[in-house]
């Protein structure tokens, strides 16, 4: 099944306890096709089977961690389906994906280099732990393509993350942001330069290995259930209705302008 994936590189190591999920679509900047969302929930829910996996590391190949969505993508869906049902169909993929991404019971880390956008970035908060380089960079650019945030549900997830005035700043201005502001922010909790990423994720695995496996997953499930205590309602359902209708308006506008 590891060997399996064409968007993947996954590996198991440190006596199976440790899954290295990567992303490895670099020529596409990793960005999240339906085939990686895909690819990604199908090991997710393996790996939540796997009672010998405690840790999931998340990485990407290539010069960048994850660019964000497939907007192409959603572009030659529409296009090929003006319903926008195939479009709604992949945004509900993306729900489960982060889901299972969330609701793990073992602890994740984000390996987190390059560039980390969007969508991107939504999937690396969604880890209990992230490392990242020194020269990473981050950014929300939802609204300066012309689309809402409403993928994954992971809105919600960064908002929680990072506060909601620091974010609603980052969202509405659409800005780029260096690591040092994501530390502070709190979506990054170490920073390391590029070279050392590897010793620094390692330096978490470690103790995370030594622990009681029923205690470490144990305090998993407490964590998550502290968490879903803050929120009364899944907003994430919404998602695949707000970025259909959202992109269809975008297509209709570049068809009337192409006319024009």
Known sequence: MLNDFKTLHVEQRDEDRVLSIQLNVPEAGNALSARVVDELHTVLLAAEDDPQIRVLILSGAGDNFCLGGDRGEFSSLIAADPSGASLKSLVNKANRMCHALRSTEKVTIARLHG??????????????????????????????????????????????????????????????????????????????????????????????????????????????????????????????????????????????????
Request: proline share 5%; glycine share 8%.
């Open 115 to 260: 560039g980390v956008i969007g969508a991107g970035l939504g999937l690396a908060v969604l880890c209990h732990l992230r490392v990242g380089a020194s020269d990473s960079h981050y950014r929300m650019p939802e609204l300066g393509v012309g689309v809402p945030p409403a993928w994954g549900g992971l809105l919600p997830r960064l908002q929680h993350e990072v506060g909601a005035a620091r974010f609603r700043h980052l969202l509405l201005t659409a800005k780029k942001f260096d690591a040092a502001l994501a530390a502070e922010l709190s979506i990054l909790q170490e920073v390391v330069p590029a070279s050392d990423l590897d010793e620094a994720v390692t330096g978490l695995v470690k103790p995370l290995l030594r622990r009681d496996a029923e205690s470490l997953r144990t305090t998993v499930q407490m964590l998550r259930s502290y968490e879903s205590a803050t929120h009364f309602a899944d907003v994430s359902l919404l998602d695949p209705e707000v970025l259909t209708a959202a992109v269809l308006r975008r297509e209709l506008r570049r068809q009337s302008f192409a006319v024009s």
